[in-house]
Each structure stands twice: as structure tokens, then as C-alpha cells.
């Protein structure tokens, strides 16, 4: 409808012009006594605001032609034209500034929307900020929780003794075993921020069998000794510690079995795990050897975490000469001593687990080799392994035994 309107205004307007020009160009006439008279410029008086407006304004069609036949009304509708065209204008005007105005709230609503924007950016490099100006964070390992107010950590190859604040709200959650994050105070001390959660290895959730093995001593031939010192050293413990107790004796903590192979060490180790019913861990000496230093220590830290969360549990570790061999004063290789070598990380920490500070006497180890000449001496001492059972080859009697016994026979 506006621009319909301005297009009529437009049209009027110049009509007006041309009628106005007309006047002033006209020829005298030809009567010298006749004088022309100067045609009177009508002065527009003040609209009246408050007035209704007019009904010919209420549809396109209707506005433009009543103003076309206002204007040019040979009986003089001049002022009434001059109001009509002066409301004309003010209603342009105020759809103008209210145009004006919504773009200028929109303009302020984008800005808006843009200022919050800058602030959660001022913000992040904020955090960012004081996270560059922090001090540098480390993960640490919980050796022991000394009373409430102390802890002792790992970190790296060194430990440390830190104190809890008093309202720390982490120290229910800190426990042996677990890693929390260390950060250094401006004093130069050391503090716990924040308990991890324990997340299990997949290499170590494998060693688990699941399955329950169906190996018996029945179905073993020609190893009665080896049932009877193996049940002495491993089931008794298990399924009557109150012996031991009354006794005032502790428990054994490992067995070695070691001779040729295929005498029956691995059978044995699965009857003894069917008989107890409790978790067995299985797995061989060569799957803790890893590329990178430290991997294998810390495959059997974890091991004997699940194993205490597990608890009774076997852990049976075949093949230990590739990991126990023995330790000496110099030369290069594999295993050569200065703490280097994966493989004596790895077993000194199979030491601190079999015989360290924590308890472990729901825990029993079998070792099992070929080999026990090259097995370090610190591992196979009493305390460590307190008995050592020799399989030797069968003779002709206990092979028909084997026969006789074992299912396919």
C-alpha cells in the first residue's frame, strides 16, 4: 500500500507542477485594458492530529483515487488535499522510524549475542592462562596410605611422602594401588588434586580364565608326590587357613615346579585351580618381555591388583627363566644389570609383589621352568618360594599310569 501511495503522490505532484507552470506561461490577452490577476498560493492550515482519518484512505484504490479527484477538483479542494497529503507523509515517517527501530533492535540483539560470545572466549583464554601458569602436573602411583593426613607415592623410579589437606575432599577415595595427579606448590612441596579412576588393561583382564578347567588329579598318572606336595603347599592354604593360624606359622607363598618338558607341569598347575575354585591367572614368562622399559613391570603390578581384588587367586607363571635369569656385575645384552633391562624391572618388581610391604596371602604363585640353573637366586629363596617340586620324566610304569588315567588313554 506504501508503494502504491508514493507512486499516487508522486503522480499528483508533478500534475500540480505542470498546472502551476501553465499559469505563469500563459499569453496576455488581446484586450490591452484586461489584467491578468497573480493566482493566490492557498495556505495549508495545521492538520489536525486528533481528527479521524479519512474513509477514502482505508484501501489502495480507494486512497488514490480520491486524492486524484480532490487535487484537481475545479471547485477548490486545495487545503483538504494539502492535509491529506501532509498525513500521507507522517504515516511514511512513522513507518520509517519503526522500521529503523527494529533494525536497531536487531542490531542490538546481534551485538548482544556477539559480546556473550567474546566473554566465553575471554574466559577460555583465561583458563588456558592459568593453566600455562600452573605448575607441571604428574601422575603418581599410591604405594600406602599412612594414616589419614599422609600418603606415600612412586613417581618415576623415586618416592615421596605427601601430606593431605585437612579438608581434602579426595582422601576417602585415595587407597593402595590407585594413581592420583601431583602438582608442586609455590613452597616447593608437593600435593594430591585429583584421584583417577582405575582403569584395567586388556592384557591383564586376558590372563583370567574365564572358563573353569576340567583337569583333575584323577585325571593325572605317575605324579602322586607332586599331588601330595603341591596340595601341602597350595590348596591347604586356601581351603584351611585357620590351620596356619592356630599353628602360628605363615603361609607359602609360591611353588616352583621345574624339570624336562611335558611332565605335567601346566596340567597340574589347571587341576590345582579346578580343586580350590578360585580365579586363575595364567600367563607366560615372554608376555611380560615389551618393547619399551618399564611396560612389563607394570603389567605385573597390575596383574597383582586384579589378583587381591580377585582374591583367592593362582597366578601361574610359565616359562619365568625369560624374565628370572640370573643377574650379573657387568657386560651388555638384554639382561644386564644397572636396572636397564626390562627384564629385571620386571622381575624385581615380581619380588616387591611376592614379598614386598603389601599382603599378599590370598595370592599363591607357581613358577614353572625348564630351566631352574638360570633362575636369579633372590627369586627362588625360601620366604619367596618355599618349595621346589621336581618333575622328572616317566618311567615305564607311571607312563602306563598316565595312560590308564587321563581320558584319551
Given at each position: 500500500m506504501l508503494t502504491r501511495g508514493f507512486e499516487v503522490l508522486t503522480k499528483v505532484s508533478q500534475r500540480l507542477a505542470n498546472k502551476i507552470s501553465n499559469l505563469g506561461l500563459l499569453e496576455p490577452p488581446p484586450d490591452p485594458h484586461v489584467r491578468l490577476v497573480e493566482?493566490?498560493?492557498?495556505?495549508?492550515?495545521?492538520?489536525?492530529?486528533?481528527?479521524?482519518?479519512?474513509?477514502?484512505?482505508?484501501?489502495?484504490?480507494?486512497?488514490?483515487?480520491?486524492?486524484?479527484?480532490?487535487?484537481?477538483?475545479?471547485?477548490?479542494?486545495?487545503?483538504?488535499?494539502?492535509?491529506?497529503?501532509?498525513?500521507?507523509?507522517?504515516?511514511?515517517?512513522?513507518?520509517?522510524?519503526?522500521?529503523?527501530?527494529?533494525?536497531?533492535?536487531?542490531?542490538?540483539?546481534?551485538?548482544?549475542?556477539?559480546?556473550?560470545?567474546?566473554?566465553?572466549?575471554?574466559?577460555?583464554?583465561?583458563?588456558?592462562?592459568?593453566?600455562?601458569?600452573?605448575?607441571?602436573?604428574?601422575?603418581?602411583?599410591?604405594?600406602?596410605?599412612?594414616?589419614?593426613?599422609?600418603?606415600?607415592?612412586?613417581?618415576?623410579?623415586?618416592?615421596?611422602?605427601?601430606?593431605?589437606?585437612?579438608?581434602?575432599?579426595?582422601?576417602?577415595k585415595i587407597r593402595p594401588n590407585c594413581k592420583v595427579g601431583i602438582r608442586f606448590t609455590p613452597t616447593g612441596g608437593m600435593e594430591i588434586y585429583r584421584v583417577f579412576p582405575d582403569v584395567q588393561d586388556p592384557l591383564v583382564a586376558l590372563m583370567l580364565v574365564q572358563k573353569d578347567t576340567e583337569s583333575t588329579y584323577e585325571m593325572i598318572g605317575g605324579l602322586e608326590r607332586q599331588i601330595r606336595e603341591i596340595k601341602e603347599v597350595v590348596e591347604l592354604p586356601i581351603l584351611h587357613p585357620e590351620l596356619f593360624t592356630s599353628l602360628g606359622i605363615s603361609q607359602p607363598k609360591g611353588v616352583l615346579l621345574y624339570g624336562p618338558p611335558g611332565t605335567g607341569k601346566t596340567m597340574l598347575a589347571r587341576a590345582v585351580a579346578h580343586h580350590t575354585k578360585c580365579a586363575f591367572f595364567k600367563l607366560s614368562g615372554t608376555e611380560l618381555v615389551q618393547k619399551y622399559i618399564g611396560e612389563g613391570a607394570r603389567l605385573m603390578r597390575e596383574l597383582f591388583?586384579?589378583?587381591?581384588?580377585?582374591?583367592?587367586?593362582?597366578?601361574?607363571?610359565?616359562?619365568?627363566?625369560?624374565?628370572?635369569?640370573?643377574?650379573?656385575?657387568?657386560?651388555?645384552?638384554?639382561?644386564?644389570?644397572?636396572?636397564?633391562?626390562?627384564?629385571?624391572?620386571?622381575?624385581?618388581?615380581?619380588?616387591?609383589q611376592v614379598d614386598g610391604f603389601e599382603p599378599a596371602e590370598n595370592i599363591k604363585v607357581i613358577l614353572a621352568t625348564n630351566r631352574i640353573d638360570t633362575l636369579d637366586e633372590a627369586l627362588i629363596r625360601p620366604g619367596r618360594v618355599d618349595r621346589k617340586i621336581f618333575f622328572r620324566r616317566p618311567t615305564w610304569t607311571a607312563g602306563l599310569t598316565f595312560c590308564a588315567s587321563t581320558p584319551d588313554g
Amino acid at each position: 500500500m506504501l508503494t502504491r501511495g508514493f507512486e499516487v503522490l508522486t503522480k499528483v505532484s508533478q500534475r500540480l507542477a505542470n498546472k502551476i507552470s501553465n499559469l505563469g506561461l500563459l499569453e496576455p490577452p488581446p484586450d490591452p485594458h484586461v489584467r491578468l490577476v497573480e493566482w493566490p498560493v492557498p495556505r495549508l492550515p495545521r492538520p489536525d492530529v486528533n481528527a479521524p482519518e479519512r474513509e477514502a484512505f482505508r484501501t489502495e484504490d480507494a486512497s488514490s483515487s480520491t486524492l486524484e479527484a480532490d487535487c484537481f477538483n475545479p471547485g477548490g479542494a486545495a487545503v483538504q488535499c494539502g492535509t491529506d497529503l501532509f498525513r500521507l507523509y507522517m504515516r511514511h515517517k512513522i513507518v520509517d522510524a519503526n522500521l529503523s527501530l527494529n533494525h536497531c533492535s536487531y542490531r542490538l540483539s546481534v551485538l548482544e549475542q556477539l559480546a556473550k560470545h567474546k566473554l566465553r572466549y575471554l574466559k577460555q583464554l583465561e583458563t588456558v592462562a592459568e593453566k600455562l601458569e600452573d605448575s607441571p602436573r604428574y601422575v603418581a602411583l599410591v604405594q600406602s596410605v599412612l594414616g589419614r593426613q599422609m600418603v606415600r607415592i612412586k613417581l618415576g623410579s623415586e618416592s615421596f611422602v605427601v601430606t593431605l589437606r585437612e579438608r581434602l575432599p579426595l582422601a576417602d577415595k585415595i587407597r593402595p594401588n590407585c594413581k592420583v595427579g601431583i602438582r608442586f606448590t609455590p613452597t616447593g612441596g608437593m600435593e594430591i588434586y585429583r584421584v583417577f579412576p582405575d582403569v584395567q588393561d586388556p592384557l591383564v583382564a586376558l590372563m583370567l580364565v574365564q572358563k573353569d578347567t576340567e583337569s583333575t588329579y584323577e585325571m593325572i598318572g605317575g605324579l602322586e608326590r607332586q599331588i601330595r606336595e603341591i596340595k601341602e603347599v597350595v590348596e591347604l592354604p586356601i581351603l584351611h587357613p585357620e590351620l596356619f593360624t592356630s599353628l602360628g606359622i605363615s603361609q607359602p607363598k609360591g611353588v616352583l615346579l621345574y624339570g624336562p618338558p611335558g611332565t605335567g607341569k601346566t596340567m597340574l598347575a589347571r587341576a590345582v585351580a579346578h580343586h580350590t575354585k578360585c580365579a586363575f591367572f595364567k600367563l607366560s614368562g615372554t608376555e611380560l618381555v615389551q618393547k619399551y622399559i618399564g611396560e612389563g613391570a607394570r603389567l605385573m603390578r597390575e596383574l597383582f591388583i586384579l589378583a587381591r581384588q580377585k582374591a583367592p587367586s593362582i597366578i601361574f607363571l610359565d616359562e619365568v627363566d625369560s624374565i628370572g635369569t640370573k643377574r650379573s656385575d657387568g657386560g651388555g645384552g638384554s639382561h644386564s644389570s644397572g636396572g636397564g633391562s626390562s627384564c629385571e624391572r620386571t622381575m624385581i618388581e615380581l619380588l616387591n609383589q611376592v614379598d614386598g610391604f603389601e599382603p599378599a596371602e590370598n595370592i599363591k604363585v607357581i613358577l614353572a621352568t625348564n630351566r631352574i640353573d638360570t633362575l636369579d637366586e633372590a627369586l627362588i629363596r625360601p620366604g619367596r618360594v618355599d618349595r621346589k617340586i621336581f618333575f622328572r620324566r616317566p618311567t615305564w610304569t607311571a607312563g602306563l599310569t598316565f595312560c590308564a588315567s587321563t581320558p584319551d588313554g
